[in-house]
């Protein structure tokens, strides 16, 4: 029986000796994650298109500049029977004409009711696509922060586990002791097996949770977290100078980027109202061209000269309701942009004032936990002293020990849950 128990503690230390062979800190973790994270990419893409959007909206406010060069053979060919009605006798002729063209045209748009809007409105979309971008970012950031916490607590409840797993294998042991001297009943060495059975289904539960939660880490970083990494544990701060939540508000409407990108949007779909109206109005564009044409040979005179130049405007009356359509649809696109932006307002309230309350009951559990692990330590103290002196049972001390564990592991916890409610803080002003 002592042997099983040893090679079960030495089971339960084997992952925690075979990590180490990678570390990894959480800023580390932060710039895989901005490097790798397929949320990222995606809205970079968007960024990209957008971009593209604006060169093409350029271009219909720039000229179109384009150079025409050609050569034309033209033929005539007189048959004798034209040759005979035409009164000529003579045999049938071919009349060869060529002609050479280098022009170079320009075309400019000079009014047109759309180009403002569509230059504009491409000018705030992707605007609002490097917002929508860079809030990406910081909920990327947000995310990795809380997978990474929750990762290190797994693995943390992994060990704490694996300790009480311990402390039991050896209490198993120390009662079968007393069992074969005859100071304990067999019900002691029954409840000590179901303890210990009790604390390989929690270590083993564990386990399987540090797996799940370093897969969706993996997600985050865009790099497989193997059972060989090592996360550094990161103690953050736990002075924090909370400012009154109307101080977050604010903050969070001059900074948060989605809500930048959503009042960009509500300004894009006012535009896109006039652009859907270019055809109630005139277009007026100016055409021009400058170059030689010339005939049998190609030459560079004034004879050959040719220029030309044109102002052409287009009205369109009526085109089947096809204006109104446009302009109605753009209109309720406005509407709905209007009341995103409001029901938006009341979300960054609402996401302040729960991450500013969430930040004052961590301080308080962090304060309490630190105060029970104290006592918890005291406690433990003082029962291995009465144990000492026969005053206490082992199996005292071992409920000591739990408790103190316990403690221990429930103040670091409270310190990370503090740290990820001010991140959450930060998201929710959009400073992280």
């Given amino acids: 029986m002592k042997k099983k128990i040893v090679f079960f503690y030495i089971l339960l230390l084997m992952p925690t000796f075979c990590l180490g062979k ?40 720039l000229p179109s500049i384009s150079i025409e060069a050609s050569r034309a053979r033209y033929d005539s060919y007189q048959t004798r029977f034209f040759s005979e009605i035409l009164g000529q006798g003579s045999a049938p002729t071919s009349i060869v004409n060529d002609t050479y063209t280098l022009k170079a045209n320009v075309t400019q748009p000079i009014f047109n009711t759309a180009l403002y809007p569509t230059l504009k409105g491409a000018g705030l979309s992707h605007r609002a696509a490097l917002d929508t971008f860079r809030r990406a970012q910081q909920t990327v950031r ?71 939660a370093r897969n969706q880490f993996n997600i985050h970083i865009g790099r497989p977290l193997t059972d060989k990494t090592t996360l550094i544990p990161f103690i953050p701060s736990q002075n924090i100078e909370l400012k009154p939540k109307e101080t977050y508000i604010t903050l969070a409407f001059e900074n948060r980027p989605d809500y930048q990108a959503l009042t960009k949007l509500k300004i894009l779909h006012q535009y896109n109202i006039s652009i859907n109206r270019k055809d109630a109005w005139p277009i007026v564009t100016a055409t021009g061209s400058y170059g030689y044409i010339n005939g049998q040979e190609f030459t560079l005179d004034d004879a050959s000269r040719d220029w030309f130049w044109n102002i052409s ?45 969430s ?74």
Avoid at 27 to 56: C, F, I
Avoid at 153 to 160: E, F, P, R, V
Wanted: glycine share 2%; no cysteine; aromatic share 6%.
């Fill in 22 to 61: 990678e570390l990894l800190t959480l800023e580390q973790a932060l710039t895989l994650s901005q490097q790798h994270s397929p949320y990222l990419k995606a809205a970079k893409y968007e960024m990209d298109t957008t971009k593209a959007g604006l060169l093409e909206a350029w271009s219909k406010v």
């Fill in 359 to 432: 930040i004052q009951v961590a301080q308080s559990n962090v304060h309490t936990s630190a105060i029970s692990s104290k006592l918890a330590g005291i406690r433990l103290q003082k029962m291995q002293v009465k144990f000492r002196s026969g005053k206490a049972s082992n199996q005292e001390v071992l409920d000591a020990q739990f408790a103190n564990n316990q403690a221990k592991n429930s103040h670091l916890l409270a310190i990370k849950n503090l740290h990820i409610s001010t991140a959450k803080l930060n998201t929710a002003v959009g400073n992280i």
């Fill in 313 to 357: 405007a287009t009205w369109t009356l009526f085109n089947g309701f096809a204006t109104k359509s446009k302009v109605d649809v753009a209109k309720i696109k406005y509407k709905n942009t209007l009341l995103s932006h409001s029901l938006m307002e009341d979300t960054i309230r609402l996401e302040v004032e729960n991450a500013h309350l």
């Fill in 142 to 212: 947000y995310d990795t922060i809380v997978s990474f916490a929750q990762v290190d607590n797994t693995i943390n409840k992994s060990k704490l586990a694996s300790e009480n797993a311990t402390i039991l294998s050896r209490h198993l042991e120390t009662v079968n002791i007393r069992f074969r001297k005859g100071l304990l009943p067999y019900e002691a060495v029954l409840n000590a097996k179901v303890s210990l059975k009790q604390a390989e289904t929690e270590y083993k539960s564990s386990l399987r949770d540090t797996n799940l």
